[in-house]
Nanobody, 126 residues
Framework: QVQLVESGGGLVQAGGSLRLSCAASGRTFSSYRMGWFRQVPGKEREFVGAITWGGGGTSYADFVKGRFTVSRDNAKNTVYLQMNSLKPEDTAVYYC???????????????????WGQGTQVTVSS
């Protein structure tokens, strides 16, 4: 059973940066695409970005393009979300998850994920 544990969240001023990490247990990590989502109270969880199993391909929501970068280190069973130029509207709980879709493009949908981390809070002050 794969488990995902996020870390790296916290409080940052607008314009600042944070790097979230998602550590995975299990030996099949490198076989799967991985994604990041975020959620604020009262709103639907929304897609942030995803990465192919080898790290050669990525996909992003329009609202983070050019600011956020998803990467992974399969030797460490870890996927990262580098967040730059943070805005107050980026405040949310951020989740990593394992995508079971056959192509990266389908990793936009929550229903393509079978395992989720517990989330890490990111708060951006103005």
């Amino acid at each position: 059973q794969v488990q995902l544990v996020e870390s790296g969240g916290g409080l940052v001023q607008a314009g600042g940066s944070l790097r979230l990490s998602c550590a995975a247990s299990g030996r099949t990590f490198s076989s799967y695409r991985m994604g990041w989502f975020r959620q604020v109270p009262g709103k639907e969880r929304e897609f942030v970005g995803a990465i192919t199993w080898g790290g050669g391909g990525t996909s992003y929501a329009d609202f983070v393009k050019g600011r956020f970068t998803v990467s992974r280190d399969n030797a460490k069973n870890t996927v990262y979300l580098q967040m730059n130029s943070l805005k107050p509207e980026d405040t949310a709980v951020y989740y990593c998850a394992r995508c079971v879709a056959s192509v990266l493009a389908r990793c936009i949908g929550q229903n393509q994920y079978d395992t989720w981390g517990q989330g890490t809070q990111v708060t951006v002050s103005s």
